[in-house]
């Protein structure tokens, strides 16, 4: 691909939704756009927006995934929660895994709850607000450690981990399958096609996290996909608040703006009230590889 229009194509995406598959834009492209992305690092704006929204990501996340008194709540199948135990069946001593894209660590740290395997915990991020939050969450916790670190070039050596882990991320499966021994295991954890189906049409936001997509790359970087399994759900958030403060975290672009588009978000909350809350769809899928 000549340099100016790698330049042109970069221009253009950099408006569309970033670091997160999502976007007005065809998956292919978009793909395209996060290969060139590896080579030219994640940009400046994105580390931003992270560093940015460590702290309230960890807040709508850990009262929304885990069961916690918190805002929001899944009614259905919790594909979080079964994503986290799929990992902990998995755990034996002396096992190194590493949680890649980790966000705050939020993920790891409940796995690190859940097991009780001796085993050694990696988070890495690009955003060093993120593994600030990461850090200082975890302090108290033996055998997890984080590093600011780009997934595309990591600083493990080959064949080094047991198990690699990935929510929603970046997936930069060439380097995962470099880091896994043979025979270990990658868990991702996607959305599903109708995930968030609402929010979507709300801001007129095409998703291009397509299933196929992920099939194939993991193909092509030589690993064998074991099971797919789909979980659905609602969600029900308390307000509109907390619906708005979701919606701050997730890496639209441009982001979601408060002034902008709480009047519409308003609007939505009347037409989906329920006695629960207000509802939207939850689609998740976890894909499991062995290399
Ligand atoms: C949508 S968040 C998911 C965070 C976490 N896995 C979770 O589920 O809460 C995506 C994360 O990927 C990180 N990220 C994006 N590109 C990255 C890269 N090239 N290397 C490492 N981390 C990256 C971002 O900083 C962000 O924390």
């Known amino acids: 691909m000549g340099q100016a229009f790698q330049a042109t194509v970069i221009k253009q995406l950099d408006r569309d939704p970033g670091s997160n598959p999502g976007g007005r834009i065809l998956p292919n492209l978009y793909f395209l756009y996060i290969q060139i992305k590896s080579m030219a690092g994640l940009s400046k704006d994105w580390i931003k927006f992270y560093d940015k929204t460590?702290?309230?990501?960890?807040?709508a996340l850990g009262k929304n995934n885990f069961g916690k008194i918190g805002p929001i709540k899944i009614i259905g199948e919790n594909g979080d929660r079964a994503w986290i135990e799929t990992i902990k069946s998995r755990l034996k001593n002396g096992?190194?895994?590493?949680?890649?894209?980790?966000?705050?660590?939020?993920?790891?740290?409940?796995i690190h709850r859940a097991t009780n395997?001796?085993?050694?915990?990696?988070?890495?991020?690009?955003?060093?607000?993120?593994?600030?939050?990461a850090k200082n969450k975890s302090r108290?916790?033996?055998?997890l450690e984080f590093f600011v670190m780009d997934t595309y070039k990591t600083r493990f050596k080959?064949?080094?981990?047991?198990?690699?882990?990935?929510?929603?991320?970046?997936?930069?499966?060439k380097e995962v399958f470099r880091i896994l021994k043979k025979g270990g295991y990658y868990f991702l954890f996607v959305t599903g096609r109708d995930d968030w189906k609402?929010?979507?049409?709300?801001?007129?936001?095409?998703?291009?996290?397509?299933?196929?997509?992920?099939?194939?790359?993991?193909?092509?970087?030589?690993?064998?996909?074991?099971?797919i399994?789909?979980?659905?759900?609602?969600?029900?958030?308390?307000?509109?608040?907390?619906?708005a403060k979701t919606l701050d975290i997730v890496p639209f672009k441009p982001p979601f703006n408060r002034k902008k588009h709480l009047a519409k978000l308003k609007k939505y909350?009347?037409?989906?009230?329920?006695?629960?809350?207000?509802?939207?769809?939850?689609r998740r899928v976890i894909i499991t590889c062995k290399k």
């Open 95 to 110: 096992m190194r895994i590493i949680d890649i894209g980790c966000g705050t660590g939020i993920h790891l740290r409940e």
């Open 54 to 59: 460590a702290i309230d990501r960890e807040t």
């Open 158 to 173: 080959d064949n080094y981990f047991d198990i690699v882990i990935n929510r929603l991320g970046v997936k930069s499966n």
């Open 140 to 143: 108290k916790m033996k055998n």
């Open 198 to 227: 609402e929010m979507v049409k709300l801001f007129s936001f095409k998703k291009s996290d397509d299933l196929r997509f992920h099939k194939k790359l993991l193909k092509e970087a030589g690993f064998k996909i074991t099971k």
């Open 117 to 133: 395997k001796n085993v050694k915990m990696i988070g890495i991020d690009i955003s060093p607000g993120m593994i600030k939050v």
């Open 269 to 282: 909350a009347v037409k989906h009230a329920t006695p629960l809350g207000i509802e939207s769809t939850q």
């Open 229 to 243: 399994k789909k979980y659905s759900s609602a969600e029900y958030y308390k307000n509109v608040g907390s619906l």
